[in-house]
């Protein structure tokens, strides 16, 4: 079996992109409720019948992995944007157990994220939004 290959998309972008953006591996070391941003190549989107309409995408970055859930209501609203093969996420970092996930709060234009400073939410202002 073939070693498997780092992704190369985003090494390409992340340059051009905030220091704020956070890697899939630096996102293991935040605390759980910690409002991040994150992007990646989508290498795959789960919506599974039995999820009610959430939606699962996994996010890849040169670093690794990255899973998050997209409620329906936000996919709905930024269809424009949730589709999209890479993808960026203002979103909180969830733990349960050693499982870690993000749980989107929004989705953002990775050009967008090129232009210039993007302000995040503060954690204490939407802790109630996780349950």
């Known amino acids: 079996m073939a070693a498997r290959q780092p992704c190369i998309m985003p090494v390409i972008l992340r340059p051009r992109l905030p220091a704020a953006l956070r890697s ?6 935040l605390p759980d409720g910690a409002v991040v941003l994150a992007a990646g190549l989508v290498a795959c ?8 309409g959430f939606v699962f995408p996994t996010l890849e970055d040169e670093t690794g992995l990255a899973n ?3 409620r329906p209501h936000l996919y709905e609203q930024q ?3 949730a589709p999209l093969p890479l993808a960026a996420l203002e979103a909180t ?3 349960e157990g050693d499982q ?5 709060r929004r989705f953002l234009a990775v050009e967008d ?4 400073p993007i302000m995040l939410a503060h954690r204490e202002q939407h802790a109630h939004s996780r349950r």
């Open 93 to 95: 970092v969830q733990r």
């Open 45 to 52: 989107r789960q919506r599974p019948g039995s999820a009610r």
């Open 24 to 29: 899939a591996d630096a996102l293991a070391r």
């Open 113 to 116: 994220l090129a232009r210039g």
């Open 100 to 104: 870690d996930s993000l749980l989107a």
């Open 68 to 70: 998050a859930i997209v």
């Open 79 to 81: 269809r424009d944007l």
